[in-house]
């Protein structure tokens, strides 16, 4: 089994996160990388080490270079091409490669990437459908957690953690399962949560959850292993809350948010800063209670609403192939 998946894509950015020409750091199977992106739209990826002096890319610029842009050393301004080609000091000549580029796939606004290992299952497709039919409304809870992946997914697909983890948040009274719905590496989860009437400070600290019935209808759509999608419906909005997961290495796991969504009403324009707000929340209470366990704890008691996190141990110890798609109730 491998810990992280490899042959997995792993969506390392919408393209409204990159800034155009300035570099940043990206963290992949225990590599870090420079993503950069031109002004033509082209997002390229190197290793961050400079390999003259070992100094970070991600720290330095880019500069213009015929149609496109390179990125640039901060120690001695060595410039790299997308090729990972040097272009040597005092002429346009170009070094033969030295650092082997980051394989990106690029559907739209999405920045994919199987981390230079041979594809084992495919990229979901919804996301771009998602692009064409509701508005972007953007992303959020960018956070690097200290934990694995697995027992990052196993946060996500766990469905009674509300009461715990997001108490304070939704006044989740209790979770009523409904549906599990095994489709091997795609899955649906449906259940409901009553909620405990918001008080005003809550109302004051969030305006959004206004917008949150008296009974959230949770429906998650599960694609192992880089996405989770929340549907959201009320009669405010239409909101597709996204959260994304990459195994930056065997320790550290990135997790963001990106948000789609469709007004049902001239409020919902008002409260989009709102729900990006509330999903942020949603991630740093997740990454807090991930940096308080003893994840070498081997579990002696079972809830009832284990169904996904059952479902992510299935898919994790079985990838690339689903052993048997068994799990639907
Ligand atoms: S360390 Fe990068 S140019 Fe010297
Ligand atoms: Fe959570």
Same mark, same amino acid.
């Given at each position: 089994?491998?810990?992280?998946?490899?042959?997995?894509?792993?969506?390392?950015?919408?393209?409204?996160?990159?800034?155009?020409?300035?570099?940043? !750091?990206?963290?992949?199977?225990?590599?870090?990388?420079?993503?950069?992106?031109?002004? =033509?739209?082209?997002?390229?990826?190197?290793?961050?080490?400079?390999?003259?002096? #070992?100094?970070?890319?991600?720290?330095?610029?880019?500069?213009?270079?015929?149609?496109?842009?390179?990125?640039?050393?901060?120690?001695?301004?060595?410039?790299?091409?997308?090729?990972?080609?040097?272009?040597?000091?005092?002429? $346009?000549? !170009?070094?033969?490669?030295?650092?082997?580029?980051?394989?990106?796939?690029?559907? #739209? $606004?999405?920045?994919?990437?199987?981390?230079?290992?041979? @594809?084992?299952?495919?990229?979901?497709?919804?996301?771009?459908?998602?692009?064409?039919?509701?508005?972007?409304?953007?992303?959020?809870?960018?956070?690097?957690?200290?934990?694995?992946?697995?027992?990052?997914?196993?946060?996500?697909? $766990? =469905?009674?953690?509300?009461?715990?983890?997001?108490?304070?948040?939704?006044?989740?009274?209790?979770?009523?399962?409904?549906?599990?719905?095994?489709?091997?590496?795609?899955?649906?989860?449906? =259940?409901?949560? @009553?909620?405990?009437?918001?008080?005003?400070?809550?109302?004051?600290?969030?305006?959004?959850?206004?917008?949150?019935?008296?009974?959230?209808?949770?429906?998650?759509?599960?694609?192992? @292993?880089?996405?989770?999608?929340?549907?959201?419906?009320?009669?405010?909005?239409?909101?597709?809350?996204?959260?994304?997961?990459?195994?930056?290495?065997?320790?550290?796991?990135?997790?963001?948010?990106?948000?789609?969504?469709?007004?049902?009403?001239?409020?919902?324009?008002?409260?989009?800063?709102?729900?990006?707000?509330?999903?942020?929340?949603?991630?740093?209470? $997740?990454?807090?209670?991930? #940096?308080?366990? =003893?994840?070498?704890?081997?579990?002696?008691?079972?809830?009832?609403?284990?169904?996904?996190?059952?479902?992510?141990?299935?898919?994790?110890?079985?990838? @690339?192939?689903?052993?048997?798609?068994?799990?639907?109730?």
């Amino acid at each position: 089994m491998s810990s992280m998946l490899t042959g997995a894509p792993w969506l390392l950015a919408h393209k409204s996160m990159l800034r155009t020409n300035q570099p940043a !750091k990206v963290s992949l199977y225990g590599t870090v990388y420079v993503k950069w992106h031109d002004e =033509y739209g082209a997002v390229h990826a190197l290793p961050n080490a400079c390999p003259h002096m #070992g100094a970070m890319h991600s720290e330095g610029w880019c500069a213009q270079s015929n149609g496109g842009s390179n990125v640039v050393c901060p120690f001695h301004a060595l410039q790299f091409d997308s090729e990972g080609c040097t272009v040597l000091p005092g002429s $346009d000549k !170009k070094s033969l490669p030295q650092l082997p580029p980051l394989e990106l796939i690029v559907q #739209g $606004d999405f920045v994919w990437s199987y981390g230079g290992h041979a @594809p084992k299952i495919p990229i979901p497709q919804i996301l771009n459908e998602f692009s064409e039919q509701y508005e972007f409304i953007g992303f959020t809870g960018d956070r690097s957690v200290k934990t694995d992946l697995l027992t990052m997914l196993l946060n996500m697909h $766990d =469905y009674d953690h509300q009461n715990g983890t997001h108490r304070a948040l939704f006044e989740i009274q209790e979770v009523q399962f409904k549906q599990f719905a095994d489709h091997g590496h795609h899955s649906h989860a449906y =259940y409901d949560m @009553p909620r405990t009437k918001p008080q005003l400070r809550d109302i004051i600290n969030n305006p959004a959850v206004l917008a949150l019935p008296k009974i959230i209808s949770a429906h998650l759509e599960n694609f192992f @292993p880089a996405l989770v999608i929340f549907h959201g419906e009320s009669p405010i909005a239409t909101i597709k809350q996204c959260h994304l997961f990459i195994p930056e290495s065997e320790t550290h796991t990135r997790t963001y948010v990106l948000m789609f969504g469709q007004a049902h009403s001239p409020i919902a324009h008002l409260l989009k800063q709102n729900f990006l707000k509330l999903a942020e929340v949603v991630v740093d209470q $997740d990454a807090d209670i991930l #940096g308080k366990m =003893y994840s070498d704890t081997s579990q002696k008691i079972k809830l009832i609403n284990e169904v996904g996190m059952d479902w992510v141990r299935r898919n994790f110890s079985s990838f @690339p192939s689903v052993v048997e798609p068994n799990l639907s109730k």
